[in-house]
């Protein structure tokens, strides 16, 4: 039993040492790669559709049937339209005909009763009204990522025989990136 006593430290230092001696199996290294694709992008009024998109309203108020001019700007939302797109996205704002285009004379552009009286109008670039924008007509749109504000601005003439009620046009506006 002395004998045992005394072995015991020497095979606790042997079994600390092969224990101490177990070797790994070897290292692997490498890495994990990342990547994202960005494309360019706008939004409109902060819709980032690209279909059925809301530009805003152009709301004339309320007029007697015999008023002689009446003027608007059109509201996105919270103001004008507001426009934000990637840098370098060659981003165009077109707008095209509205729905009674030259019904009348004394504007490009008519809103109608539906039962055939018309309007006519003009929408403009700027608050003087003396840039208009027919159809096709353009507005390029600042690419450097941040919100640009367009303003639009609209004059109706009254014409003659004008009888009450409510009468509407709707513009189709394109923006191209």
Same mark, same amino acid.
């Given at each position: 039993?002395?004998?045992?006593?005394?072995?015991?430290?020497?095979?606790?230092?042997?079994?600390?040492?092969?224990?101490?001696?177990?070797?790994?199996?070897?290292?692997?290294?490498?890495?994990?790669?990342?990547?994202?694709?960005?494309?360019?992008?706008?939004?409109?009024?902060?819709?980032?559709?690209?279909?059925?998109?809301?530009?805003? $309203?152009?709301?004339?108020?309320?007029?007697?049937?015999?008023?002689?001019?009446?003027?608007?700007?059109?509201?996105?939302?919270?103001?004008?339209?507001?426009?934000?797109?990637?840098?370098?996205?060659?981003?165009?704002? $077109?707008?095209?005909?509205?729905?009674?285009?030259?019904?009348?004379?004394?504007?490009?552009?008519?809103?109608?009763?539906?039962?055939?009286?018309?309007?006519? #109008?003009?929408? #403009?670039?700027?608050?003087? #009204?003396?840039?208009?924008?027919?159809?096709?007509?353009?507005?390029?749109?600042?690419?450097?990522?941040?919100?640009?504000?367009?303003?639009? #601005?609209?004059?109706?003439?009254?014409?003659?025989?004008?009888?009450?009620?409510?009468?509407?046009?709707?513009?189709?506006?394109?923006?191209?990136?």
């Amino acid at each position: 039993m002395k004998h045992l006593t005394r072995m015991m430290p020497v095979v606790f230092a042997m079994l600390v040492m092969g224990v101490a001696s177990v070797a790994w199996g070897g290292t692997t290294t490498g890495q994990v790669n990342s990547t994202m694709t960005l494309t360019a992008a706008c939004q409109v009024n902060g819709s980032t559709s690209s279909s059925g998109v809301n530009f805003g $309203t152009l709301n004339f108020g309320s007029q007697t049937t015999l008023f002689n001019t009446a003027t608007a700007q059109v509201n996105g939302g919270s103001g004008a339209i507001a426009v934000q797109c990637s840098p370098g996205a060659g981003a165009v704002l $077109t707008f095209q005909a509205g729905q009674h285009d030259a019904q009348v004379s004394g504007g490009s552009r008519a809103m109608a009763n539906g039962s055939g009286k018309f309007i006519p #109008y003009d929408i #403009y670039s700027d608050a003087g #009204y003396s840039t208009v924008l027919a159809s096709g007509a353009t507005v390029n749109i600042t690419e450097d990522g941040t919100t640009q504000t367009v303003n639009i #601005y609209g004059r109706a003439v009254g014409v003659a025989g004008l009888t009450p009620g409510t009468y509407t046009d709707v513009i189709a506006v394109q923006l191209n990136f």
